[in-house]
């Protein structure tokens, strides 16, 4: 998705203005008298088309919230014990229902929060490096960022023995130590979004290799410990870790929005964006800190959900059409795909696996898809 293809998706919608403002403008009849073509009358299709693409995304965005809603209460009220969905929501409100405060308040609550959470900064920090990069493979899991969280946090377990806040710490280092690495590496006076994936796949194979002779070389219990935050799990998130996280996807996920109309000029190339009074690099760079400071802290409460932050963003972008930003809709997605990958890892297996596991069997077939396709259209 270049910009000369940018180009001519601007020039259908203008056409297809020009055409049902011209079809409104002709007379009665096949041979009736016919006015010329006014400005004015494309640029009320124009205007009636961005009203149509904004309904649509806002239909979208409230099914998609509903569903979170849905699946949200489905992971409370589903268990080894299922309860009535009236005493969930009356344990919700304040009241005292019994054999609830810790099976809900202590257990499954945490979890289906930073669930969500999670899910929410996953999606949101793909969808701004692939619409900012304008390549769909420009995922965090793609290009490094996720395996410098990885391999600093078993750096963390195995060498220095640390967990809890430390081990969160390290995590968010390592990734944004990671990203930092990737763009000096890809730099060229501009971000080229082929060299950036190219350099971030590198850097993440040697990572990789580093963390897996770690693990080699580790003993038992720091072997089973690093093995189980590398997974991706949400078996042993607690209240303490959703304040920082929660106060970061606000925060991060904001910043994302406002700079999402920046961001969506930038798929039109660096010199029609500087020429519309956007500053490109500065903007690149913020979308980058932003993003990765997202997934990084995120990545430390419930470790590599994989593949959320790959998938969220082109199912967003079917959902509310091609070419538009879908960055709020992705970290619904996001959302909900880990709170139903949650679901299946508890319910479906005879024994409950980690969330991760889930999320890797649904993203590799699909990125191998998603891979042949590009190879058709000759996109990568």
């Known amino acids: 998705m270049d910009a000369k293809q940018d180009h001519m998706h601007v020039s259908d919608m203008v056409s297809e203005a020009s055409d049902s403002a011209g079809s409104g403008a002709s007379g009665t009849g ?4 016919q006015r010329p073509l006014q400005e004015s009358d494309i640029a009320l299709r124009l205007r009636q088309l961005r009203r149509k693409a904004s309904l649509r995304s806002l239909a979208i965005s409230i099914a998609l919230a509903a569903l ?12 080894h014990q299922i309860y009535a969905v009236s005493d969930v929501l009356a344990f919700i409100a304040g009241r005292d229902v019994p054999s609830m405060s810790f099976v809900i308040g202590e257990l499954r609550m945490p979890r289906v929060i930073v669930g969500a959470l999670c899910g ?6 793909g969808a701004s490096f692939q619409h900012m990069l304008r390549n769909v493979m420009a995922s965090p899991d793609i290009i490094g960022i996720t395996a410098g969280a990885n391999t600093t946090a078993v750096f963390g377990i195995i060498v220095l023995g640390v967990s809890g806040v430390r ?57 089973q410990a690093a093995s189980r935050w590398l997974t991706g799990s949400l ?6 870790g959703i304040p920082p996280l929660l106060a970061t996807v606000l925060a991060c996920g904001t910043a994302l929005l406002l700079l999402n109309r920046r961001v969506d000029v930038l798929r039109f190339g660096s010199d029609v964006a500087t020429g519309l009074g956007v500053r490109v690099n500065p903007t690149q760079g913020v979308v980058i800190i932003v993003a990765v400071l997202l997934l990084s802290v995120a990545t430390a ?12 963003g082109p199912i967003a972008a079917q959902c509310v059409g091609p070419r538009k930003p879908a960055i709020a809709q992705a970290g619904l997605v996001g959302a909900c795909v880990v709170l139903a990958s949650d679901i299946v890892a508890q319910h479906l297996p005879p024994t409950q696996l980690p969330v991760g596991v889930i999320t890797s069997v649904i993203g590799g077939p699909v990125l191998v898809i998603l891979m042949i396709r590009m190879t058709r259209r000759q996109e990568f």
């Open 30 to 33: 096949a041979t009736g008298p």
């Open 68 to 79: 979170l809603f849905v699946l949200f209460f489905a992971d409370l009220i589903f268990g």
């Open 120 to 125: 929410i900064a996953f999606g949101m920090a």
């Open 167 to 223: 081990l969160s710490l390290l995590a968010v280092a390592g990734g944004l130590a990671t990203a930092a690495l990737v763009a000096w590496l890809a730099w060229d006076g501009v971000f080229a979004p082929n060299r950036l994936i190219l350099m971030g796949i590198g850097v993440a194979a040697a990572l990789n290799a580093v963390s897996s002779w770690m693990l080699i070389r580790g003993d038992q219990w720091d072997i």
């Open 235 to 240: 078996a042993s998130v607690q209240w303490p």
């Open 301 to 312: 409460i419930s470790g590599p959900i994989s593949f959320i932050s790959f998938l969220a």
